[in-house]
């Protein structure tokens, strides 16, 4: 596509409940990243993946945060028995090398109740 | 360790004044390349410029233009004769070999007044 997507745009949750939020990059870009961003603030790195590999999941900030990119491309960040703390936008951008700028997609916007 | 500070949380400016968004970064590397970027009320992140650390040329493109200094550490972005379509929040953000992420700053928000 022209540009990153992501789907759902907003979601809302209940406590406790599995979300999956899914990104699309743009076609032939190697890198993907997730970012966490609340409300008022920078985004705040989750993982970086390069082609299927996730070469960096540092910035989970707990093992409720699961991300995946299978085959090098769609990339899905679940987050299980959400918290309200984990309610922020939640970021995907691709680049095509690590010498790149990246490209980031609208955002999902996780509210959980 | 890496960090980027933007030591200004808001600036209000009125239309046609030009306005410089400060940026201070922290790296241990050598190789890096350093990002603008803008975020409009819609909420997307948009992508302005990009400079690595071999090339301090500084460009003027279009009203944007930027000042890389290697010796203080420092990014700073100008925008000349602002609009208000330029009222947004403005993130620098670095990238080096040493963790491949993209770090960002904290934001400045700008407003820019008719």
């Known amino acids: 596509g022209a540009g990153v997507s992501q789907s759902p745009r907003y979601k809302v949750a209940k406590r406790g409940q599995d979300v999956a939020l899914r990104c699309d990059p743009i076609?032939?870009?190697?890198?993907l990243f997730w970012y966490q961003q609340a409300l008022g603030q920078g985004p705040e790195f989750l993982t970086y993946?390069?082609?299927?590999?996730?070469?960096?999941k540092s910035g989970l900030p707990s093992d409720r945060f699961f991300a995946e990119r299978p085959e090098g491309s769609v990339s899905t960040l679940k987050i299980q028995r959400t918290q309200q703390e984990d309610s922020a936008v939640y970021l995907c951008?691709?680049?095509?090398?690590?010498?790149?700028?990246?490209?980031f997609g609208q955002g999902t916007r996780l509210t959980v109740v | 360790a890496q960090k980027v500070t933007q030591a200004q949380t808001e600036i209000s400016v009125v239309e046609k004044e030009d306005v410089t968004l400060d940026c201070v970064y922290e790296t241990r590397d050598t190789t890096y390349y350093l990002f603008w970027y803008k975020q409009p009320p819609s909420g997307e992140l948009v992508f302005l410029i990009r400079r690595n650390s071999f090339d301090e040329q500084n460009e003027i493109s279009g009203r944007y233009s930027w000042n890389f200094q290697k010796s203080t550490s420092s990014f700073n972005f100008t925008i000349t004769a602002s609009q208000v379509v330029d009222s947004a929040v403005y993130f620098c953000?670095?990238?080096?070999?040493?963790?491949?992420?993209?770090?960002f700053g904290p934001g400045t928000r700008l407003s820019v007044l008719p």
């Open positions: 993946f390069q082609n299927e590999a996730q070469l960096d």
């Open positions: 951008a691709s680049s095509l090398g690590w010498n790149t700028e990246a490209f």
């Open positions: 953000a670095l990238r080096d070999n040493y963790g491949q992420n993209f770090v």
């Open positions: 076609s032939g870009h190697v890198s």
